[in-house]
């Protein structure tokens, strides 16, 4: 088995790369046989892609998905500088 | 007292799954604000579908509209396209150069560009060694240039600098502190703090800090949409 290490990049990059995805901004951990991808997107849809491409390019681990959406609410207090 | 309202967002990534979503949440925006700026990374591949994608949801907003292209925005080779159709829309896009606009009374002067990486001082990448590296540094200092020339022609009121790559470590605080040298230069912020600057915006971290001051004293904004939460947020700045 490849150590955690490589997978991790792996996963990484196939995220920024792939089509799919492009995503640069996920971070990626090994532990064990696990793997957990962490971060924030715009859309469900996109989640879910990720996953699919983090799983391919990691076959046999499992994958957590704590992936969170990026809920674009009302803009807040205006700031004075 | 007149006040100068900047709407600003960076990383709106869209693309044809996003189609729509992005234009409502602007609705009532210049009841808030005078003028939005928009720090790069509009679309995630940077292709002309996903540029036309952006350009209709920035068309005919009731306030000027001034945008920078981000990394993302080069990938597929289209930013010249992309480009053209941004202003074909209304938008003013800036690429190392300087706009100039009077807003309530008051002139605000905006220089942009998408900045580029190479680290912060102490621990950045230098002009040494294989083509490769100096190529790398070389592009950053360039803009620097570039942006330092457009500050020093500007005579306004207010003067920002609207960037996608980060001027300061302060605003990638939650970012991994190995990736920063991707993540911006210091060589953007001394251009500013050389040439004065009220407000410099930027994005391109997502997981990143909303606020920061670069070592000269200007404010620095992440305004990433996964920091800021938002479609938008907005700075207020006194007037002349
Ligand atoms: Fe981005
Ligand atoms: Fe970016």
Redesign the interface.
């Known amino acids: 088995m490849d150590a955690p290490h490589y997978v991790a990049a792996r996963v990484q990059r196939a995220l920024a790369e792939d089509e799919r995805t492009v995503e640069l901004g996920i971070r990626v951990d090994v532990r064990g046989s696990q793997i957990f991808l962490r971060g924030r997107v715009s859309a469900p849809e996109r989640r879910l892609l990720i996953e699919d491409v983090a799983r391919e390019a990691a076959p046999g681990l499992s994958v957590h998905n704590e992936i969170t959406l990026v809920e674009v609410r009302e803009p807040g207090e205006e700031e004075h500088l | 007292m007149t006040q100068t ?1 900047i ?1 600003a967002v960076a990383d709106i ?1 869209m693309g044809e ?2 189609r729509g ?2 234009r409502p ?1 602007l609705h009532g925006i210049e009841h ?1 604000a005078d003028v939005l700026l928009v720090g790069g990374d509009l679309t ?2 940077g292709t002309v579908a996903e540029g036309r994608v952006v350009a209709d949801e920035l068309r005919d907003l009731p306030i000027p509209v001034i945008a920078v292209l981000g990394n ?1 925005d080069y ?1 597929s080779d289209a930013e010249q396209a992309i480009t053209s159709i941004m202003r074909d829309a209304g938008v003013t896009v800036l690429d190392d150069e300087a706009t100039v606009m009077s807003l309530n009374g008051a002139t605000l002067g905006v220089v942009g560009g998408k900045g580029f990486g190479g680290g912060f001082a102490g621990k950045c990448a230098s002009e040494f060694g294989e083509p490769e590296t100096k190529a790398f540094v070389r592009h950053t200092r360039q803009i620097a240039d570039r942006w330092r020339q457009a500050l020093h022609g500007l005579d306004t009121d207010h003067r920002i600098v609207l960037s996608h790559y980060s001027p300061v470590k302060d605003t990638l605080m939650g970012e ?1 502190t190995e990736i920063y040298p991707f993540l911006g230069s210091y060589l953007l912020a001394e251009a500013a703090d050389e040439e004065g600057a ?2 410099i915006v930027h994005g391109h971290a ?2 990143g800090t909303e606020k920061g001051l670069t070592p000269g004293g200007i ?1 620095v904004r992440n305004v990433a ?2 920091v800021i ?10 007037g002349a």
């Open positions: 309202r709407a990534h799954d996003l979503h992005f949440k808030r995630r591949h993302h990938h991994p009220d407000l997502h997981l404010q949409v996964p939460g938002s479609a938008y947020t907005v700075y207020c700045m006194n």
